[in-house]
């Protein structure tokens, strides 16, 4: 038998930016709302890459706590995609891009 140590005290990962797609909102986990570090942001797409970006901004979109209401902008759009998904934040933007394509989070069950 091959047994492996469990170690508790390990290297800490550090916290990643995410956010959270459903039907009408967009949901930013602590780490993404410490990096923009605002009560508004403005949503934009790219469709070439389909790509949100979610910018800090001082006349946009309300976060309600954790939220962006954003059904009108998914109509707009015809986004579809719903799930978890990695933000990478642009320090000289101010800015979390997220790419529907490839990083949606695997979820354990």
């Not at 390990?10 to 959270?20: S, V, Y």
Request: aromatic residues 10%.
């Amino acid at each position: 038998m091959a047994f492996e140590v469990y170690k508790p005290r390990g290297e800490r990962i550090p916290k990643l930016p995410l956010i959270t797609i459903s039907k009408n909102s967009i949901v930013l986990n602590k780490h993404a709302r410490e990096k923009l570090n605002v009560d508004k942001v403005e949503l934009a797409y790219d469709r070439e890459t389909n790509t949100i970006r979610i910018k800090a901004t001082e006349d946009g979109q309300n976060i309600k706590k954790t939220k962006v209401f954003s059904r009108g902008f998914f109509n707009h759009f015809n986004i579809v995609a719903k799930g978890k998904y990695h933000a990478k934040y642009d320090e000289k933007e101010n800015c979390l891009y997220v790419d529907l394509n490839h990083d949606q989070v695997i979820q354990n069950q």
